[in-house]
């Protein structure tokens, strides 16, 4: 038996018995915090990839003999030169193998300007938003758009363990605590009219375990990460965290964990009411969503 990956109680697993423990992980996931209904329509929001790629394979794997549940793809594309190409060159090529619908749209087509040259617009005035900020900031408004145009029911996230665990030591770090009750399997406070319920059935998945996943499977996949990725102020929260994982093993499962057992409190605190932005409609926090305040900035 080779072994491909060692489990932290120490049981050695070979491709086979790897491949079952991580789609036996993932079901767990959406069994017990009750992911996906009786009747759905599931949009999976795929970057290209290996994270989204892996949920919409195995989404559409567990759901595949059940004909009250429909799984199409969502692809935007933010325009950031070849490495945008390729990734989308990829979920094409992905979802035509697994007959999957796939929806395309982009930043370009949607707000009339690639990432990059927003980012520089903005630049230009001295207004200095970080790409992250700003790709998050309207990809999360695009995707909820287009996921009620489409009349999804739930919107797939890729989000895997280490992506979580960065998610809340962040809001912690930046004093964003009013964030923290959004977090989870699902995201958001309660059922919001005109938002759709965002779930990330890779919850529990480590980074590690879902690359090793996705090579194993030979999905199509640019495992480089996004050049525009060097300023973030995520990449110092996932550099630091790896570093705790190294020195002290579980640290990501252990904040996840904590946070669990935090996040009904918070859910039962949360008094902020979802509000609708005042220019497009779309649910927000304040008066004028972040993506508003952005178009306007540019324009």
């Known amino acids: 038996m080779k072994t491909i990956y060692t489990l932290q109680a120490g049981e050695k697993l070979n491709k086979k018995q ?3 423990y991580f789609e036996k992980k993932v079901r767990k996931t959406i069994r017990t915090n009750k992911l996906i209904g009786k009747r759905e329509k599931i949009l999976v929001a795929c970057s290209g990839g290996k994270d989204s790629t892996t949920a919409l394979y195995l989404l559409n794997k567990i759901t595949k003999d059940n004909k009250n549940i429909k799984i199409e793809a969502i692809h935007n594309d ?4 070849t490495y945008s190409k390729i990734n989308k060159n990829n979920i094409i090529k992905f979802c035509k193998q697994h007959n999957i619908p796939l929806h395309l749209t982009s930043f370009r087509e949607e707000f009339g300007h690639s990432l990059c040259y927003i980012k520089d617009l903005l630049k230009e005035k001295e207004i200095r938003y970080k790409s992250c900020s700003i790709c998050g900031v309207l ?3 695009l995707l909820n ?3 009620k145009e489409l009349r999804a029911t739930k919107l797939v996230t890729g989000h895997n363990m280490d992506d979580e665990s960065q998610n809340i030591m962040m809001n912690i770090f930046q004093n964003h605590t009013e964030i923290l009750p959004r977090l989870g399997p699902i995201s958001g406070l309660k059922q919001t009219k005109g938002f759709i319920p965002r779930i990330k059935p890779l919850y529990f998945c ?6 090793l996943y996705s090579k194993l499977n030979d999905f199509p996949v640019k495992y480089e990460k996004c050049p525009c ?3 973030a102020y995520r990449k110092d929260i996932a550099d630091m965290l790896d570093d705790f994982e190294k020195h002290h093993k579980a640290t990501k499962s252990g904040i996840i964990q904590s946070f669990l057992k935090l996040l009904p409190t918070l859910k039962r605190e949360e008094k902020g009411k979802v509000k609708r932005c005042k220019k497009c409609q779309e649910p927000s926090a304040g008066n004028i969503c972040n993506t508003c305040k952005i178009l306007d900035l540019i324009r």
Request: without cysteine; hydrophobic residues 20%; glycine residues 4%.
């Open 18 to 20: 790897f491949l079952e």
């Open 229 to 231: 990725r060097t300023d």
């Open 78 to 81: 933010p325009s950031i030169g």
């Open 206 to 211: 480590t980074e590690e375990e879902t690359k």
């Open 145 to 147: 758009k287009k996921a």
């Open 139 to 141: 990809r999360r408004y």
